[in-house]
């Protein structure tokens, strides 16, 4: 079973940049994956997915232009830049794995099949 393990997260000031790491523990290349977020009482909100090959990405609006999802197979790693950041940023960040191959890239949480442990991201304002 393929294992993901986020790491990058912290604290940090408004406007600042943060790259958050998920490390896969086998290959990912044949899966589109992708990243969640979450806060207290809320429920998971989607972020980003990146298709095979990076040949397609998604972001949620409320990221779009800030946030840059990557991927490098080689390293079976994903990664999340994220550049001027806010306070509604915070939360616990979560890299997905999506094992079947669809025409399109899915925002809804149950669609995809492994989660990591997630990493907190906390802006200060």
């Known amino acids: 079973q393929l294992q993901l393990v986020e790491s990058g997260g912290g604290l940090v000031q408004y406007e600042s940049s943060l790259r958050l790491s998920c490390e896969a523990s086998?290959?990912?290349?044949?899966?589109?994956m992708g990243w969640f977020r979450q806060t207290p009482g809320k429920e998971r909100e989607f972020v980003a997915a990146i298709g095979r090959n990076g040949d397609r990405t998604k972001y949620a609006d409320s990221v779009k232009g800030r946030f840059t999802i990557l991927r490098d197979d080689v390293e079976n790693t994903v990664y999340l830049q994220m550049n001027s950041l806010k306070p509604e940023d915070t939360a616990i960040y979560y890299c997905?794995?999506?094992?079947?191959?669809?025409?399109?890239?899915?925002?809804?949480?149950?669609?995809?099949?492994?989660w990591g442990p997630g990493t907190q991201v906390t802006v200060s304002s």
């Open positions: 086998g290959q990912i290349s044949t899966y589109a």
């Open positions: 997905v794995a999506d094992f079947y191959y669809r025409d399109v890239l899915m925002t809804i949480s149950t669609a995809y099949d492994v």
